[in-house]
């Protein structure tokens, strides 16, 4: 290679600037085509920047609450859906249970109540379910299980039941440990109280999750399957006969206790409802302010890409005079 005079040293520095330059021009312009919006937004807005940072952040503000909102109406899904199986569990075990045909031999005696003990298990599981790690029926102590294992509230539910108590006396008992400041609250529920402060869902839309495995129409179903739960540890054993009336009651005391529990779920169907018209607020909010900004920061296209059909043009120019300047091939000079 040729050396470069002290003129054409001077000049090659002069086209690498140039080069640079236009390279820098260029990555803008291609940003600018990528993102649909001006990289000098201080520029666009006229030097305007409470109106900028305004709408900047109104759209930050937006898109909160719409992932907010999604999250609660998430939350509020989840809960019904577990709300929903509890109750197929419960009016399949009361349809059973008040048909004391079904179970008119000792052996299907003891079925009836494995089954019941099951519902009381698998009703347990669903009450305790978690999103995220966080419980979602354990109030504002979501670290923790709503509701503790059934084994250990069966064992000292039974502990308070004397030896040779009959029906009448067991199914007090065990009323007695679901009745407020019973057991079930000391002992078996593991959550913390419900949630009582609003959660703002953006424009003027506030809420309030409160509902937890403490709840009374909760407790009625609870109460009845765990009087089933506490005869396979032995109570009234021996006694068929006592045992297939407390079942058969059982099941009609379950169909009683849907009543409450039906208006638990329409609660949660009306908070279900609210959320999703906020849902719908919020991404209306999110959609708008997004446009407002669009608006203001949008590029022309067709602008764009004819400046930088310029920049390249202008930096293939830089590359032919360089080439000619130090007698290189342009494969050589990149």
Known sequence: MKPLALGDMARSHALRQNSN???RQMTSLQQELITGQVNDKLRRSGGDTALLTSLQRSLALAATNK???AAISTYLNTQQEALSRVSDIVQDKAAYLIRPELYSTD???AGAIDRVDGALRDITTLLNT??????IFAGNNSDSPALRDVDAMISDIVSTIPAGADSQTINQLVSDWFAPGGGFESDDYLGGPEKTGNINLGNGNNLQLNLTASDEAIRGIL???????????????????QQRQMLQDIGINLFSAMSAFENTQENLGLKQAYTE??????DASYTSSQIALNTMLAVDEYDVASRLQDAMARLDKI??????LSRLSLSEYL
């Open 130 to 135: 978690k999103i995220g790690g966080k419980s």
């Open 107 to 109: 052996d299907r005696v």
């Open 319 to 324: 590359y032919l005079m360089t080439a000619r």
């Open 277 to 282: 018209k906020a849902l719908v607020e919020a």
């Open 223 to 241: 109460t009845e399957l765990a009087k089933g739960a506490a005869l396979k540890q032995g109570l009234l054993s021996g006694q068929p006969e």
């Open 67 to 69: 992932a907010n909102t």
């Open 21 to 23: 330059s236009v390279k």
